[in-house]
């Protein structure tokens, strides 16, 4: 995953990468678990956070 970062990124850019990678393996982990809910759902709990 980093060695796809272009040659100038900032190391907080390389540490936001690595989270976000780290955060959609764990998600996915999760789907293949049957963890997920779904899209109808995450729709309504969006919703909610919207003002």
Known sequence: MIDSLL???S????IYALYV????SHGEQ?????KG????H???KFEK???
Do not use: L, P, T
């Not at 190391?11 to 390389?14: K, R, S, T």
């Not at 999760?30 to 049957?34: K, L, N, V």
């Open 37 to 40: 809910i779904v899209q109808a």
């Open 7 to 9: 040659n100038d990124v």
């Open 42 to 44: 995450a729709k309504k």
């Open 30 to 34: 999760e789907i293949r678990e049957g």
């Open 11 to 14: 190391m907080d850019e390389i």
């Open 21 to 24: 990678y780290v955060k959609f």
């Open 49 to 51: 956070w919207q003002y």
